[in-house]
């Protein structure tokens, strides 16, 4: 148990002020991510976030005795991270009209996100700050990816999910005609839509597969290879398999009169069946 003298209770009460002030202003990034401005229409990419603060909160909880052995302010390296997010957030600000909703999103998010940790390293100094180092990154999971980022993974999930489906319908045979991410078959029309990609499941997956390895192995080797391995097949083969296969609901097979369905409202079965 670490004993707090008055230095630390004094320390401690700055850095929960200045936190309590950059998680209200977090809050309505937040907020508007995924309620307000955006109409709820990134909660579906973004609903793991409630999860992230704690997850990270429990990892420095869980190293509190490593992290707080030996503190001390550190001004000249906090102080200067502290400026650099309170300006990158002004910044954000001044530039949001002519940003994009979610450009503007991330930026105030990274921004309150690297005050933080300058604030953190300020307070309890470099020490306390490497021992804490992985549970304070792993706040950045909160930050959306850009919009041209977002597109770039979501087309390349698409281009592997089809990919994956043809390969699927020429093992079994089946007989079809393909135009970019669309497969014909007779009246029935498949798409393998952006909501089909396996965006939100990747990202879960990436999420996990960072977490696993850092609380279970220790090499920097094995720790990529387990993240890769969990993170980069399965959407793609998930995605080919819920395609391929008929218990899905009309939402995702429909005939040729009618435009092809984006998996949006999948049945029960279907959405059980990808999950797996």
């Known amino acids: 148990m670490i004993k707090m003298d008055q230095q630390m209770k004094l320390r401690a009460f700055l850095f929960i002020s200045v936190t309590a002030v950059l998680c209200l202003l977090l809050s309505f990034s937040l907020v508007d991510l995924l309620f307000a401005k955006a109409g709820g229409m990134y909660y579906e990419y973004y609903s793991h976030i409630y999860l992230i603060p704690l997850v990270s ?9 490593e992290i707080w052995a030996e503190v001390d302010f550190a001004l000249p390296l906090g102080l200067p991270v502290v400026a650099f ?17 979610i450009d503007g999103i991330a930026w105030r998010i990274g921004s309150l996100l690297v005050a933080w940790l300058g604030a953190f390293l300020l307070f309890f100094g470099s020490r306390a700050f490497r021992s804490g180092l992985f549970p304070l990154l792993f706040l950045f999971f909160l930050v959306p990816f ?34 970019g991410f669309v497969f014909q078959m007779g009246k029935v029309t498949i798409e393998v839509a952006k909501q089909c990609s396996g965006i939100r499941s ?75």
């Open 146 to 179: 850009p919009t041209d980022l977002m597109d770039t993974f979501i087309h390349a999930l698409q281009v592997g999910s089809t990919w994956s489906t043809a390969l699927i319908f020429n093992l079994l045979g089946t007989s079809y005609f393909q135009e």
């Open 85 to 101: 997010g309170i300006i990158g957030y002004g910044a954000a600000l001044a530039q949001g009209a002519s940003l994009d909703f």
């Open 202 to 276: 990747t990202m879960a997956l990436v999420i996990t597969g960072v977490l696993a390895a850092h609380l279970f192995l220790r090499r920097p080797w094995s720790k990529l290879i387990l993240m890769l391995t969990i993170s980069c097949p399965s959407p793609s083969s998930r995605t080919a398999c819920a395609s391929s296969s008929s218990p899905c609901s009309p939402s995702t097979w429909t005939s040729a009169s009618s435009p092809a369905a984006s998996c949006t409202n999948p049945g029960d079965f279907c959405f059980i069946y990808r999950g797996f």
């Open 57 to 65: 909160a429990y990892l420095l909880y869980s190293r509190r005795d």
